[in-house]
């Protein structure tokens, strides 16, 4: 079973709906982050999550807000979605302490959102 | 942040050295250099990483440039499944307390063919 799994893995929608992403993991990581990648370029990150009750924004936060539900669950909301959130979506995972907790970043499969 | 400049594109056969470069002139004293890589319809996923000291590990080696301004990923033996985007990332070491963020900044990458 994959360790950092993201649901839906394909999303179309329409201009106004409210959008969630869902990010869980197994790994027991404590940290989470959201990115979002659009093509040609690589991933800019949106907001992160130290632990449950530590979030931040990344640099393009703006349109999207996150809830970290527990240790292992983190979800990307998008409040009204516009088409030019249109773009592949991921989450990862990293640990919080130990010598490899700067090291990796663990990434889930991606959610594929299409804004219409 | 520091940045990093990374050819578009590179092409290899299969069973043959590959050396992706990278050049971050502006590099700080405290940055690690991280290299993660992209394979098709995948989350991106961590190859290696180093500060000053070449490295190696099973996928990869690192060779760093003593003045750090560059680097180059090695890969020994280039497969089909070493198809992917590679992207060289600066990362800001972790402060004393543990606390600092260290995040990932993604450029566009270089992307590697391999020639069976």
């Known amino acids: 079973d994959a360790d950092v799994t993201q649901t839906p893995r394909n999303r179309i929608t329409k201009t106004g709906k409210r959008i969630m992403l869902e990010c869980s993991q197994t790994?027991?990581?404590?940290?989470m982050y959201w990115y979002r990648q659009d093509p040609g370029l690589g991933l800019r990150l949106i907001y992160y999550?130290?632990?449950?009750?530590?979030?931040n924004k990344g640099e393009i936060s703006d349109g999207y807000s996150v809830s970290r539900q527990a240790q292992a669950k983190f979800s990307l909301s998008l409040e009204s979605a516009i088409p030019n959130q249109t773009a592949l979506y991921f989450c990862?995972?990293?640990?919080?302490?130990?010598?490899?907790?700067?090291?990796?970043?663990?990434f889930g499969p991606g959610t594929r959102l299409t804004v219409l | 942040d520091a940045k990093t400049t990374q050819p578009n594109s590179m092409e290899s056969n299969e069973e043959e050295p590959v050396h992706l470069p990278c050049n971050h002139s502006?590099?700080?004293?405290?940055?690690?250099i991280h290299w993660y890589r992209q394979l098709p319809s995948q989350g991106p996923e961590y190859v290696i990483h180093?500060?000053?000291s070449n490295v190696n590990n099973r996928m990869a080696s690192l060779a760093i440039a003593e003045d750090r301004k560059s680097s180059t990923l090695i890969l020994h033996r280039a497969t089909l499944r070493d198809a992917a985007v590679y992207y060289c990332?600066?990362?800001?070491?972790?402060?004393?307390?543990?606390?600092?963020?260290?995040?990932?900044?993604f450029g566009q990458g270089t992307i590697l063919t391999v020639h069976p």
């Open positions: 180093g500060l000053t």
């Open positions: 999550s130290f632990d449950v009750k530590d979030i």
């Open positions: 790994k027991g990581h404590d940290r």
């Open positions: 502006t590099i700080s004293g405290t940055d690690y």
């Open positions: 990862a995972t990293s640990e919080a302490t130990g010598p490899r907790r700067y090291n990796e970043q663990f």
């Open positions: 990332i600066l990362r800001d070491s972790p402060n004393a307390g543990g606390t600092s963020y260290g995040k990932l900044t």
